[in-house]
């Protein structure tokens, strides 16, 4: 079945330190990619998107995400987090010519100031 | 300003009623989504709709029913509702080109 996953359900950082979260999935056609954030009693909101082009995709908030086809993976970075990045972040996949978003079971990130 | 709203942003009812979970978009999307997300956990897809007219159940079995008679409305129905249906639903709309845009969401309790 397809599916996409993210191994670290919680991970605790101090400010200034580098973050990475890892997001595997496992279509094997074409797909388009995205990491959504979501704050404390606040919307799901958008953190950015690979549809094709240059794998190494620049978001909002100094977040960056890498797509390596070959290990179908689109992992998330920061080099140095905040105690503002304080959220649960999830991945998500579309297969190329669907509009079904598959969605990871999240990552709760805390950060501590 | 686009955008897209969902109302009540929290319900309690009791066992056996009916309710309708409203979600609209000023965003001009043709497609829009239905989740149900309990704290802490997964999005789980339970309805979608590609236009106006048509509607598809998603992955988690659900025994809500949606319409979309128009394109910015996409309302979410339970006949009768039950304490299992506790969680919290989120409403999206996207486009083709930014990914999805998300609703606040409506926090329900069946008692």
């Known amino acids: 079945a397809q599916s996409v996953s993210q191994h670290n359900h919680h991970v605790i950082l101090s400010e200034a330190a580098s973050l990475e979260l890892g997001c595997n999935y496992s279509?094997?056609?074409?797909?388009?990619l995205f990491w959504y954030v979501q704050y404390p009693g606040q919307h799901l909101q958008l953190l950015l998107k690979y549809f094709s082009g240059d794998p190494l995709v620049k978001g909002i908030k100094g977040f960056e995400a890498e797509f390596i086809k070959s290990k179908f993976s689109f992992n998330l970075r920061k080099p140095s987090v905040q105690w503002s990045d304080t959220a649960e972040y999830f991945c998500a996949v579309t297969l190329l010519g669907t509009y079904k978003y598959i969605f990871g079971t999240g990552t709760r990130l805390k950060v501590l100031a | 300003e686009a955008d897209i709203y969902q109302t009540p942003r929290y319900l309690v009812i009791g066992t056996g009623k009916k309710i309708t979970l409203e979600c609209s978009q000023t965003?001009?999307?043709?497609?829009m989504y239905w989740y149900q997300q309990d704290p802490g956990m997964e999005l789980h897809l339970i309805h979608y709709?590609?236009?106006?007219?048509?509607?598809e159940k998603g992955d988690l079995s659900s025994e809500s029913t949606v319409s979309r008679i128009r394109t910015e409305h996409f309302p979410l129905t339970l006949e009768s509702a039950r304490p299992s249906h506790t969680s919290q639903y989120l409403c999206a709309s996207s486009d083709n080109k930014a990914g999805q845009y998300f609703g606040p969401g409506t926090r329900l309790t069946v008692t």
């Open positions: 279509y094997g056609g074409t797909v388009n």
């Open positions: 965003m001009g999307h043709d497609k």
């Open positions: 709709s590609y236009g106006v007219n048509s509607t």
